[in-house]
């Protein structure tokens, strides 16, 4: 069974910095790209960084970047989401997602329904 565990989300004041993790077991985790989503209060979820099975090639969306970094450590099944410079616009609920890939890509999916598997979220609140 496929499990995504998400931590390290909470509160922060503005210009803070947070580490997401994303903890996964129940998979072979290097075979696997690996993305980062955030829903914020009223809006749809949007894609905000994803990485390759090697971690080699990354996709940030421009609103995070310079701002946030993907990195995954496939020793210990774990993906990262560094947010540093944060701003009350990235307060949302964060979630790790995994797309099998079963050929080598280069190509990042910003597309929810790519990614089959789900953690259950961690909230990430940015004080002004």
């Not at 994303?22 to 914020?40: D, E, I, K, M």
């Not at 749809?44 to 971690?55: L, M, N, Q, W, Y």
């Amino acid at each position: 069974q496929v499990q995504l565990v998400e931590s390290g989300g909470g509160l922060v004041q503005a210009g803070g910095s947070l580490r997401l993790s994303c903890a996964a077991s129940g998979l072979t985790f290097s075979s696997y790209h690996v993305g980062w989503f955030r829903q914020a209060p009223g809006k749809e979820r949007e894609f905000v960084a994803g990485i390759t099975r090697g971690g080699s090639v990354t996709n940030e969306v421009d609103s995070v970047k310079g701002r946030f970094t993907i990195s995954r450590d496939n020793a210990k099944n774990t993906a990262y989401l560094q947010m540093n410079s944060l701003k009350p616009e990235d307060t949302a609920v964060y979630y790790c997602a995994a797309r099998a890939i079963d050929r080598p890509t280069i190509s990042i999916s910003n597309r929810e329904s790519d990614y089959g598997s789900w953690g259950q979220g961690t909230q990430v609140t940015v004080s002004s």
